[in-house]
């Protein structure tokens, strides 16, 4: 029997509670149950730091809208704490506020502290300082380590009480996080890393917050805690103790993008698929990652080589808009899933198998008053006809669950997509003119270093974080070389390097420059007579930590083994595994080498004679000289900029320029094209790095995509041939009414000529839906009404996307009509799929009669 009662009471003392109304957080093994109501937990990460305060009151209700009753996030240890104890929880850093937020739009909340987050974030949420204390061991039995963690992990959590933020206070929060995804690497820490996690369970309850405390991808995970599954899949998975709910932290919505990438697409039916599997399976607490992605401001980008985008391919995009069909056919499965909710809460549940096993047929039976909900699925590639005698026939798609009210009619299938899809282009607002910008440059002082001048010195090549405290993505390493003879001498200089991307020079003139994860770079020199300047500068982009390409998911398997005993690809593949390479993840990742770290550094002449510079002393400087100056911030005053004869395609260059806001109130990108990597601010505000030269291999993207058969990241790919990222969000609160400034810094060397402001507007919207349901067309804000209808047909139209419908072989006359009554010039309208609705007989058309629209928001 399901939901048989093992709860257990979470609530605070009442010295913590005081005056506010707290709420009951228990749990069996089929519900969250607040204050004795029974629930199911539909929830959706929106990481506060990768939008704007402005932005998350609206984020947070599409959220809501779209049919979520959660929103979780992560908390980002090296945003908050820079440096050791020095803190900052302003602006976006403000997870308060955002929880607040949270709360004020009637959701729960999911606080996952870690403090390790991976989520592709710069090193992992680490601050780098931590790495610097000197015999600490991140994430083991390490006492340093678990002290500075404690400190963190207390300092959020007397945050939140202070504030009143979890359940139990009368707050949001229902859930809070310890660790994460540890369990996926932990083979190599031995029995240490055994008790660390005895420990973390111990040190997160004696917090006290009142609400259960979780693990993710920690089998092993303590009783005091709920262990819990990430994946693209999560049906298969069992918690480790019967008694606990089955929770799903991270049901990746898309993929992340890495520069010189594809960008990667899940679709709407398949990740459907999955959540209805999930619950079919018997879940009870299913979140998004991401719901909404949002952008990697600043230097917080994990790497190497995440890209400034953190789109994720979300139900709400990068901006905010919705990502139409996956938004609407997702909250469609959300209403249909809350429907039933009292009784996969409270039921006895029942399977049975058809079709050789390929089609499920799982009853929820009420233990209150009998009523049933089912899900039937179909896991094969082709669709299957199934008998359920008295409960009827049913038509499963391939690969899909159909979610049958009363067992006896369909309500929901996850492959029948009966939304519209948005094409959202990027374009200039129809009320403004093309600016043409003046531009301003200076170059970014090199003399110093190119003379070999820095901030302190050393007998060894540093490691770069040891040296930067990540204060800054470049580094000068700087010695000096004696020629002894009396002419010029050729050599090669070899540097082997840690990442990413190197320039080296000498005599203040740059021989080469390379990019890699790593790599050893070698280049022709010429040395003078006498004394010689060697200057290698260093640029990171997202610390490199690759350690281990990581299992990520396994679907409907458990992983039979520890991560440790995988010695091979070949191993993974046997295993079905699921498998990526993030860099800022792995085992003892935080102690992978930044820079040249250790080098060597050699110089090898025409004898093929070798010198080692290893030993050299080194001098060293942090950052650029503007980044110090703050060139970045138009009020700073520290830059000469220099006027017209505009200077292109020359490396650490800076520029300047001064543009209108683009009308309206819709998203604002700004498109780089021309540029080739750096850095862009708005009024000082830091939009990210940038690198528009690098562009996806032109192969791998033939344009079809079938949602059928598991997911992986490499499946769908899109934008072959072109830059990984073109245009940057430029949040609508970094902009002035008036005039505004875009300072960029340039790396490598860029033509700033063509960069242009642009809004993100929802241009096309089409949609197809079968009888029996109805159609919602949106232009999803912005100002924008439907302006024309450019096909509509009733009957057996041909085609499922924007562009590809065309007429069938039946077709209601008053199909056009029907539609320009019922939306032309509105922000959005709904259509009742019916006969009636189209002034047809009963015996018109065919078995499953859709209706096909394609229209223009202008």
């Not at 987050?117 to 006492?143: M, Q, S």
């Not at 055994?194 to 040190?203: E, G, I, L």
């Amino acid at each position: 029997m399901r939901g048989s009662w093992v709860s257990i009471l979470l609530i605070a003392s009442l010295s913590l509670i005081g005056s506010c109304s707290a709420a009951a957080v228990e749990y069996d093994s089929s519900a969250v149950i607040i204050n004795g109501e029974r629930k199911i937990i539909l929830s959706g990460s929106i990481h506060y730091p990768r939008s704007t305060v402005e932005m998350w009151s609206d984020l947070i209700q599409k959220a809501k809208d779209g049919g979520l009753d959660t929103i979780e996030t992560y908390i980002f240890w090296n945003a908050h704490e820079p440096r050791r104890r020095e803190y900052n929880f302003t602006g976006n850093l403000d997870f308060v506020k955002f929880f607040q937020k949270v709360q004020e739009a009637g959701l729960h909340g999911i606080l996952r502290i870690g403090p390790y987050a991976c989520a592709e974030w710069n090193y992992g949420g680490f601050p780098v300082w931590l790495h610097n204390i000197p015999e600490i061991k991140f994430r083991t039995d390490n006492e340093i380590f678990k002290n500075e963690m404690q400190t963190f992990t207390t300092k959020i959590v007397n945050m939140a009480k202070e504030a009143k933020l979890f359940a139990s206070q009368g707050g949001p929060i229902i859930l809070a996080q310890i660790e994460n995804e540890y369990g996926n690497i932990m083979g190599p820490y031995g029995e240490a890393g055994k008790s660390y996690v005895q420990w973390c369970a111990q040190m997160a309850v004696a917090q006290n917050i009142g609400v259960p405390w979780i693990m993710c991808q920690q089998s092993d995970a303590p009783s005091t805690v709920i262990n819990t599954c990430n994946g693209f899949y999560c049906d298969a998975f069992t918690p480790n103790n019967p008694k606990n709910l089955k929770i799903w932290t991270e049901n990746w919505t898309g993929w992340f993008k890495k520069w010189g990438q594809k960008d990667p697409h899940r679709t709407a039916e398949d990740l459907a698929f999955s959540v209805a599997r999930f619950f079919q399976q018997n879940g009870v607490v299913q979140n998004y990652y991401m719901y909404h992605g949002g952008t990697n401001f600043g230097r917080t980008s994990g790497g190497p080589y995440i890209t400034t985008s953190y789109d994720y391919d979300a139900p709400l995009d990068e901006y905010g808009n919705l990502n139409q069909p996956k938004w609407g056919h997702l909250k469609k499965l959300h209403a249909a899933l809350k429907l039933g909710e009292k009784i996969l809460t409270n039921s006895t549940v029942k399977a049975t198998k058809y079709s050789d096993g390929w089609v499920e047929l799982t009853t929820f039976t009420s233990n209150i008053n009998g009523e049933r909900l089912c899900f039937l699925s179909n896991t094969k590639m082709d669709d299957l006809n199934v008998d359920l005698q008295q409960d009827g026939n049913y038509s499963v798609p391939a690969w899909s669950v159909s979610i049958l009210q009363d067992c006896n009619q369909e309500i929901y299938n996850t492959a029948k997509v009966n939304v519209q899809t948005s094409l959202i282009v990027k374009k200039l607002h129809e009320n403004d003119t093309p600016q043409k910008l003046s531009w301003e440059w200076a170059p970014e002082p090199t003399k110093a270093a190119l003379l070999g001048r820095g901030g302190f010195k050393a007998t060894q090549l540093l490691e770069q974080k040891a040296a930067t405290n990540d204060q800054s993505d470049y580094l000068w390493y700087m010695t000096r070389v004696v020629n002894n003879g009396t002419s010029m001498k050729n050599v090669t200089l070899r540097v082997k390097y840690s990442g990413q991307f190197l320039h080296a020079f000498v005599n203040g003139k740059e021989i080469g420059s390379q990019n890699d994860y790593s790599f050893t770079f070698e280049k022709p020199a010429l040395l003078k007579p006498g004394r010689n300047i060697i200057s290698l500068l260093s640029a990171t982009v997202g610390l490199q930590v690759l350690m281990l390409t990581i299992v990520r998911t396994v679907h409907r398997v458990q992983l039979p083994f520890p991560l440790a005993s995988v010695n091979s690809m070949k191993e993974f593949s046997q295993n079905s595994l699921s498998y990526f390479s993030s860099q800022n993840y792995g085992e003892f990742f935080d102690e992978g080498p930044e820079g040249i770290a250790g080098g060597p550094v050699e110089l090898i002449d025409n004898s093929n004679t070798t010198t080692d510079l290893s030993s050299n002393e080194w001098s060293y400087k942090v950052g650029l000289v503007g980044e110090g100056r703050r060139f970045y911030n138009p009020t700073s005053g520290h830059a000469k900029w220099v006027s017209g004869n505009l200077r292109v395609g020359s490396a650490m260059t800076w520029y300047k320029t001064t543009f209108r806001a683009p009308s309206g109130t819709e998203p604002v990108v700004v498109d780089l094209q021309g540029m080739g990597k750096g850095h862009a601010w708005v009024n000082g505000n830091s939009l990210g790095r940038f690198w528009p030269t690098l562009t996806a291999d032109p192969n791998g993207c033939d344009g079809k995509c079938d949602y059928r058969g598991q997911y992986k990241e490499n499946k769908c790919l899109s934008n072959c041939g072109n830059p990984t990222q073109r245009w940057y969000h430029v949040p609508r609160s970094f902009i002035n009414n008036g005039s505004n400034t875009l300072i960029l810094f340039e790396e490598i060397g860029g033509n700033p000529s063509n960069v242009s402001f642009q809004i993100t507007a929802t241009e096309t919207i089409c949609g197809n839906a079968y009888e029996g349901t109805t159609l919602e067309l949106s232009c999803n804000g912005g100002g924008r009404t439907i302006s024309d209808i450019q096909f509509a047909s009733f009957g057996d139209a041909q085609g499922s996307t924007c562009g590809s419908f065309q007429r069938g072989s039946v077709e209601a006359s008053s199909s056009l009509s029907v539609v320009e009554k019922a939306c032309i010039g509105k922000e959005s309208c709904s259509i009742n799929i019916l006969k009636t609705t189209f002034a047809v007989e009963d015996s018109f058309g065919v078995d499953n009669n859709r209706l096909a629209v394609q229209a223009v928001c202008k």
